[in-house]
């Protein structure tokens, strides 16, 4: 007999963080913070970038477009999961759970490339100096950010249709706070191979080539700085990359342990607590990353809030 395809008649269950209830109010005071700070952090500096004329340059216009999609991001997972915690109830329909899927996968795919493009005008700056602005004119930067959203659609929208083709007819508790495709495939009781082989794939041209261009351009940009004369033109040049460089490493050292590494040393907690990673800490951790070692930031933060402030008395 062919299997029976319950996927639109029982919803999944999402068995969150923790199955301890009392750590639920834990949980939800501490993801609440979180997801408070990722919001009025991104969306604070967005507002300063755009009032502030001085920042209409690419480096702020990729942070910017970063901090979008950050916001997007954790938006996409935690209020759900916020909604779950404060309810109690686990359970999450079948077109509410890709598309929470779709939305997830293209927002990581943009930030991934986005980073990567950071990574590049980094070594624009650093190693063509006189030839920047020549170079990162308003229409490339344009296309580096652009295309990176089309493209996203595009693969995001391929992942939940070969999704949509599998019949789930056993258990439909995920072990996860939202859905994510290797914890969905692992319930599925059809062949996932071309899902498996496609999520392989994508994770090479998003995750690991935008990674290996990063560590490129670095190096490139390490060997320019080195042959600064002054060590202060160097320690200006290394200020400017490394607030670049914690992000990365925050990123792309939980993704690739996610989608890379092989499945036998994965598991639920290593994949629930990389996922906070880069849905929670990483987006909340952005804002002040760029903006406590970055006076131009600074600035523009601060004479924002001041506007506020005297707008307000």
Known sequence: MEPRNQTSACPF???????????ETLLFSLFLCVYLATVVGNLLIILAISVDSHLHTPMYFFLANLSLVDFCLATNTIPKMLVSLQTRSKAISYPCCLTQMYFFHFFGIVDSIIIAMMAYDRFV????????????????CGLLVGVPWAFSCFISLTHILLMARLVFCGSHEVPHYFCDLTPILRLSCTDTSVNRIFILIVAGMVIATPFICILASYARILAAIMKVPSAGGRKKAFSTCSSHLSVVALFYGTTIGVYLCPSSVRTAVKEKASAVMYTAVTPMLNPFIYSLRNRDLKGALRKLVNRKITSSS
């Open 13 to 23: 269950i999402l068995l969150g963080l923790s199955e301890k209830p009392e750590q």
């Open 125 to 140: 700056a650093i190693c063509h100096p006189l030839h920047y602005a020549t170079i990162m004119s308003p229409r490339l």
